[in-house]
């Protein structure tokens, strides 16, 4: 099983930022696709980045410009550096992974425990 482990998030004024993290650990075998997701306040979980194995980034159109995510390989960890950060930014943050056990098995999907960040004027 793999465990994934976020750190970074917390309470920041308009136009700040804030780089959350989230690193894998566990018999993982290699990881495919690594993504963020945010869920605000009363809202549905919505896809925020993802990056690909090599390197692949996409993003969603409210976060353009404004949010980069990379990823280290070596160390199974993902970051997300936020700037330019406003109220509509203000959700639970969930980093999630696809993942392989063994070179013979498919990926599956795990999800981080998520992290908060509350953006205020």
């Known amino acids: 099983q793999v465990q994934l482990v976020e750190s970074g998030g917390g309470s920041v004024q308009t136009e700040g930022s804030l780089t959350l993290s989230c690193t894998a650990t566990g018999n993982v075998f290699n990881i495919a696709t690594m993504s963020w997701y945010r869920q605000p306040p009363g809202k549905e979980r919505e896809l925020v980045a993802s990056?690909?194995?090599?390197?692949?980034?996409d993003y969603a159109d409210s976060v353009k410009g404004r949010f980069t995510i990379t990823r280290d390989n070596a160390k199974n960890t993902m970051y997300l550096q936020m700037n330019s950060l406003n109220a509509d930014d203000t959700a639970v943050y969930y980093c999630?992974?696809?993942?392989?056990?063994?070179?013979?098995?498919?990926?599956?999907?795990?999800w981080g425990q998520g992290t908060q960040v509350t953006v205020s004027s």
């Open positions: 990056i690909s194995s090599v390197g692949t980034t």
């Open positions: 999630r992974v696809n993942w392989r056990k063994d070179m013979y098995s498919g990926t599956v999907p795990a």
